[in-house]
């Protein structure tokens, strides 16, 4: 299996502070991205990133990819309270059509 | 904007009944997803297809079929529902290979009595 596994589990941070999430796989992978949920609501994508890219940013959003050690970090700047969400990564492996999640982040930011 | 619209987000239904989960998206995209959502588990896949009248068995297909006669729906359809398929029910669509997003419907939570 090469299902993302997202630490911490759940994360508490003060508004205006940085967040940051991991995830780490097992196998190949061709890409990774990172998927918010807020509460009882579907997910919305937020960055995809290829094997072959090391960054990725996105407004406040950075995505860093290590390929050698199969692992990734989302990174959140100056929190704010709507960025409380859930955070999944998912991979899609080499000459797969699927996606595998991860069980996610519980990020609460606090006003 | 991509809109995929599922055509509840609450649903009660008895054991034992057939029940049909819609999902639409209006982005002619390719491909169609069916995923359901249980703490602690994440997101499993049960479906998708890559085109009109083809389907593909993800990780999780046991006790349930899929339709899609058209390239904009894609209906989920729970044979004889059991109480073990009390879940939330994500569909999602993405157009063209896997190097591009998913887009995702709102949820449909589903309670099986």
């Known amino acids: 299996s090469q299902q993302g596994e997202e630490d911490p589990q759940a994360l508490s941070i003060q508004e205006g502070e940085n967040a940051t999430m991991n995830c780490s796989y097992k196998?190949?992978?061709?890409?990774l991205q990172w998927y918010r949920q807020n509460s009882g609501r579907g997910l919305v994508h937020l960055i995809l990133?290829?094997?072959?890219?090391r960054e990725k940013h996105s407004g406040r959003l950075r995505v860093t990819l290590d390929t050698s050690k199969k692992s990734s970090s989302l990174l959140i700047t100056a929190s704010r309270a709507a960025d409380t969400a859930s955070y999944f990564c998912a991979t899609r492996g080499e000459g797969a059509q699927k996606l595998v999640f991860g069980q996610g982040t519980r990020l609460t930011i606090n006003p | 904007d991509v809109k995929v619209t599922q055509s509840s987000r609450y649903l009660v239904k008895r054991t034992g009944e057939k029940v049909f989960l819609e999902c639409v998206q209006d982005?002619?995209?390719?491909?169609m997803f069916w995923y359901r959502q249980d703490p602690g588990l994440g997101l499993r896949l049960i479906y998708f297809?890559?085109?009109?009248?083809?389907?593909e068995k993800g990780d999780i297909p046991e006790g349930y079929s899929v339709s899609r006669e058209k390239k904009e729906r894609f209906s989920l359809i729970l044979e004889s529902a059991s109480t073990n398929q009390t879940s939330m029910y994500l569909c999602a669509s993405r157009i063209g290979n896997g190097n591009q997003p998913q887009h995702f419907g709102d949820g449909t939570r589903l309670s099986i009595l």
């Open positions: 297809s890559y085109d009109v009248k083809m389907k």
């Open positions: 990133i290829r094997s072959n890219e």
């Open positions: 982005m002619d995209h390719e491909n």
């Open positions: 196998t190949s992978i061709n890409n």
